[in-house]
C-alpha cells in the first residue's frame, strides 16, 4: 500500500481531472459507495473460483461476527447500490465511481494491495452502440492524456448458454494435453477452465494459442452485436485486435469484453478493462437489466503518462512579512488579493524570522515573485515585488492598485 506524497498528488489530480472533464462530456454521474461490503456480495458476483475470491481479499469479522471484505472492485459494489437504491430496474443509468480498491497480492511495479481505480458501470442498454460508446469515451481520455500507444484488444464471450457448449470443448482439448498444464491450470481445468486462457504463465501460451476458439461457438445473437461493435468502431476510426483468448479475470462478463494494453509496463499491461455483464443484476437479486462498463487503473495510467503532464502547483507569489505590524495588513492584503485576481495561487509566510529566512522559504516554494512588506512599504502604502526566477528590476507597487498589477501578471 502506497503512501502518496505531496509531490505526487498534483499528478494524480490532474489525471482525476481529466477523467472527470471526459466522463461528463458523455453524461455519466458520479456514484459514491462505501469501501467494505458483506463478503457474500464478492463471493457472488465475481465468482468462488477467482484469484480475487481465493486469494486476493482483505476479509474480516466485524463486532457482530459479520463477515466484510475491504473492495477488491467496484462492479459489485455499484450493482448492489443500485439495487437496493432502485437505481436499476426500468431504467438507463451511466455511472462512474473513483477510488481505493484491495487486494492481497504480490506487490510489484503497477500491482499493489491498494490501488485506485476509475470505474464505469452503465444500465439498462443492451447493444453494441453502448460497448462502442464505452471505447470511444476511453480512447478520448487517452487522447486527452496525450497517451497514444495503447492497443485495443476485445473478444466477445457469448451468451452463458454458448459459453457451455464451448466450456466441454476446451475441457476436452486441456484434457489432452494434460501434462502440458501447470498446476494453476490443472486446478482451473476442474473449477473454472475458460480462466487457464488468461494464464500469465508465457510457458502456456503455445498450448492456449492452439485451444479451440470461443468465437467458433458463439450464438447468432452474440456474433451479430461483436459484429456490430466492429462495425461502429471502424466508422469511428477506432484501431483494435480481436484477441480470442481475452476472457478476463472475473466470472460475470458476457458479450463484449475489452482490454487497453501496453507493452511500456511489463508484466502489468492492462491499464483498462471492462465488458458487458448483462446477467450481473439478475444475478445478485435485482430484475434482469443489460449492463456494461470498465475499470481503469490508476496507477498503470499515472505511471504511462506522468512524464507528459506539468502540473502546475507553485504559488505563484510567497508573501514576506516584515514586523509585527506588517503581519495584520499583510493578511488583510493577501485577503484581498484572493478575491480579486481570479486562480490566484498566494502564500503568505507565517512565523516571523529575518527577510534572509523568508526569503529562503519564498524560493523554495517555487513562487515566481515575492511580495514584500516591511516597516518602509507599510509607511508608504506600497508593496515590494521582487522577481525569484528572472532577471528584473525590483519594483514597487501602491497596494490599492496590486490586485489589477497581479492580474496583469498573470495574464
Ligand atoms: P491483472 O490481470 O493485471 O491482475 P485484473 O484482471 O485483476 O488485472 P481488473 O480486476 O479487471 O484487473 O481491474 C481493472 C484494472 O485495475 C486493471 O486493468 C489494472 O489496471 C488495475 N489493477 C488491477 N489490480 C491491480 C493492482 N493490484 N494494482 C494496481 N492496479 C491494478
Ligand atoms: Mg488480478
Known amino acids: ?11 494524480w489530480q490532474c489525471v482525476e481531472s481529466s477523467v ?64 437496493q437504491q432502485g437505481l436499476l430496474y426500468n431504467q438507463v443509468q451511466r455511472l462512474w465511481y473513483m477510488g481505493p480498491m484491495f487486494r492481497h497480492e504480490r506487490p510489484q511495479k503497477g500491482r499493489y494491495r491498494q490501488f485506485h481505480q476509475v470505474g464505469v458501470e452503465t444500465f439498462g442498454m443492451a447493444g ?14 487517452w487522447k486527452k492524456l496525450g497517451l497514444d500507444d495503447l492497443e485495443l484488444q476485445i473478444n466477445s464471450l457469448g451468451t452463458a448458454e454458448a459459453r457451455a457448449v464451448y466450456r466441454m470443448q476446451l475441457v476436452a482439448y486441456f484434457e489432452a494435453h494434460h501434462s502440458q498444464l501447470d498446476e494453476e491450470s490443472q486446478r482451473r481445468l476442474l473449477s473454472n477452465p475458460m480462466r487457464i486462457l488468461d494464464t500469465k504463465n508465457p510457458d502456456m501460451r503455445p498450448l492456449v494459442e492452439a485451444a479451440p476458439k470461443l468465437t467458433e461457438y458463439l450464438d447468432d445473437e452474440s456474433r451479430e452485436h461483436f459484429a456490430t461493435l466492429c462495425g ?29 494494453v501496453t507493452d511500456r509496463l511489463g508484466a502489468q499491461g492492462t491499464v483498462c478493462a471492462g465488458g458487458r455483464f448483462d446477467g450481473l443484476v439478475e444475478q445478485l437479486g435485482g430484475k434482469p437489466v443489460p449492463a456494461a462498463g470498465f475499470a481503469l487503473g490508476l496507477e498503470r495510467l499515472l505511471e504511462l503518462v506522468r512524464d507528459n503532464m506539468q502540473p502546475q502547483t507553485a504559488p505563484h507569489a510567497y508573501l514576506v512579512l516584515m514586523g509585527a505590524a506588517s503581519q495584520q495588513v499583510g493578511l488583510v492584503l493577501a485577503e484581498q488579493l484572493r478575491d480579486k485576481v481570479p486562480g490566484l495561487r498566494l502564500m503568505t509566510h507565517c512565523g516571523g524570522g529575518s527577510f534572509k529566512s523568508q526569503f529562503k522559504k519564498a524560493d523554495r516554494s517555487g513562487a515566481r515573485i515575492a511580495l514584500v512588506l516591511g516597516e518602509n512599504e507599510l509607511e508608504t502604502g506600497r508593496v515590494g515585488i521582487k522577481f525569484l526566477r ?6 514597487a507597487v501602491a497596494q490599492d492598485v496590486l490586485a489589477e498589477w497581479m492580474t496583469g501578471l498573470l495574464a
Open 1 to 11: 500500500m502506497k503512501d502518496i506524497l505531496p509531490q505526487d498528488t498534483p499528478y
Open 20 to 83: 472527470r472533464e471526459v466522463l461528463a462530456a458523455y453524461g455519466y454521474e458520479e456514484i459514491r459507495f462505501p469501501i467494505v461490503e458483506k463478503t457474500e456480495l464478492f463471493k457472488r458476483s465475481i465468482g468462488e473460483v477467482t484469484d480475487i475470491v481465493e486469494k486476493e481479499m482483505y476479509t474480516f469479522e466485524d463486532r457482530n461476527g459479520d463477515s466484510l471484505t475491504l473492495r477488491p472492485e467496484g462492479t459489485a459494489c455499484c450493482v448492489r447500490t443500485g439495487i
Open 128 to 141: 453494441a452502440d453502448l460497448d462502442a460508446e464505452l471505447i470511444l469515451l476511453t480512447a478520448r481520455l
Open 232 to 260: 461502429l468502431l471502424d466508422a469511428a476510426n477506432i484501431r483494435y485486435v480481436i484477441n480470442p483468448c481475452l476472457v478476463r479475470g472475473l466470472d460475470y462478463y458476457s458479450r463484449t469484453v475489452f482490454e487497453w
Open 390 to 395: 528572472e532577471e528584473r528590476e525590483q519594483q
